[in-house]
């Protein structure tokens, strides 16, 4: 069956045509990803990113006694922190979008890092290996603290006790309103629907007014 | 290669960049004071858009090693951050979270990509 011909003055048309697609590069959105030592972050960001993800290394100034040596170069004590980064592009979105995975451990040596990643993000996804479930006390509370949205990833390990979400929702005192999900970090279907989980759980949040990394969102838990 | 040598000593950026920061390359070369490193930087950038923190990881450098580099490439009109789709600049302040609007279209980006993926009912 042969489609009418195009005509110029249809709007329909001229907002599907592809082969204009908008001026200007696509937008960058982020999402962090944090979790204890080996709770499957590289791997996570490696199921939907479109290039193996890359170890790229930050050094941060420290007041601690932890820190790496720097062969003396710089008076301050820096420590040197190592995070993943991927990415994927999303050309079919409503808006030509590119998301950006930063995938960072937990301690809370990492804190400065994870305040430069936060910033503007979409949101976090904490992580959960059931085995080390206190590693992720640390990046709960500073994403809670920050008023950035987050969820809970419960990872799968083969042999691992399973955990029902609920009880990690209970063991980490969570409250209702985020999400917990389980996951296998290795499967691209799981890890693409966490995300679409924490971007609904964004979207919640932004519909509940802005929240501002300020004092008065953390004295109020009611 | 340590941030000290690549930069010949210096330790700050000149430009505000965030680890998400995208350059292109533009219509500068670079000059024959700057590093050699930065034809590295110019090299990958003309392949592709780049963030900062791909540049750092591709090249094996420390972030700020890159944005030091960067700066100089970026007041060269070597490097140039790329204008975004004029729509979706909605927000003036990049600190502030993506607009609902952005949000859903990412939403609808992913599902179009993993129509398999498993989203959860929300909480709350
Ligand atoms: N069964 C199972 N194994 C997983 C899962 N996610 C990761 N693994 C495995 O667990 C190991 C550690 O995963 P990584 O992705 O390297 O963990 P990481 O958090 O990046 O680790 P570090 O960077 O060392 O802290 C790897 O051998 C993965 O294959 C999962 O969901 N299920
Ligand atoms: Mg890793």
Request: proline letters at 9%.
């Amino acid at each position: 069956m042969p489609s009418p011909t195009p005509r110029p003055g249809d709007p329909a048309v001229g907002l599907r045509t592809p082969s204009r697609p908008p001026a200007g590069a696509p937008t960058v959105l982020k999402v962090v990803i944090a979790g204890g030592f080996g709770a499957g972050k590289t791997t996570a960001v490696g199921a939907v990113s479109e290039i193996t993800p890359l170890s790229t290394e930050e050094y941060l100034t420290e007041a601690s006694a932890d820190v790496d040596s720097l062969e003396g170069v710089e008076a301050k004590q820096t420590t040197t922190v190592a995070f993943d980064f991927g990415r994927l592009s999303l050309p079919d979105a409503p808006v030509p979008l590119e998301l950006f995975l930063f995938g960072t451990p937990g301690q809370d040596r990492f804190v400065d890092l994870w305040y430069d990643l936060s910033r503007g993000a979409v949101g976090a996804v904490v992580l959960v290996d059931t085995r080390r479930l206190e590693s992720s006390f640390t990046p709960v509370s500073f994403f809670e603290d920050i008023g950035l949205p987050f969820v809970v990833a419960v990872n799968q390990f083969d042999g691992a006790h399973r955990y029902h979400p609920e009880q990690v929702r209970a063991a980490l005192e969570l409250p209702a309103s985020v999400p917990v999900v389980t996951c296998d970090a290795r499967d691209p279907n799981h890890v693409a629907g966490v995300l679409l989980t924490l971007v609904g759980h964004a979207v919640k949040n932004a519909a509940a007014g802005p929240v501002r990394p300020t004092s008065t969102t953390t004295l109020q838990d009611a | 290669m340590r941030t000290y040598t690549l930069t010949r000593g210096r330790t700050k950026p000149r430009h505000l960049l965030g680890l998400e920061t995208v350059l292109d390359a533009g219509p500068g070369r670079p000059g024959p004071a700057q590093a050699e490193e930065c034809e590295e930087i110019l090299a990958l950038c003309r392949e592709r858009r780049r963030s900062v923190t791909e540049l750092a990881g591709r090249l094996r450098w420390p972030v700020t090693a890159v944005k030091i580099l960067v700066s100089d490439l970026l007041d060269a009109d070597v490097l140039v951050v790329p204008v975004t789709a004029p729509y979706a600049a909605s927000d003036t302040d990049s600190d502030a979270s993506p607009s609902t609007q952005l949000l859903a279209a990412l939403s609808a980006g992913l599902k179009r990509k993993w129509p398999d993926a498993i989203a959860y009912p929300q909480a709350g």
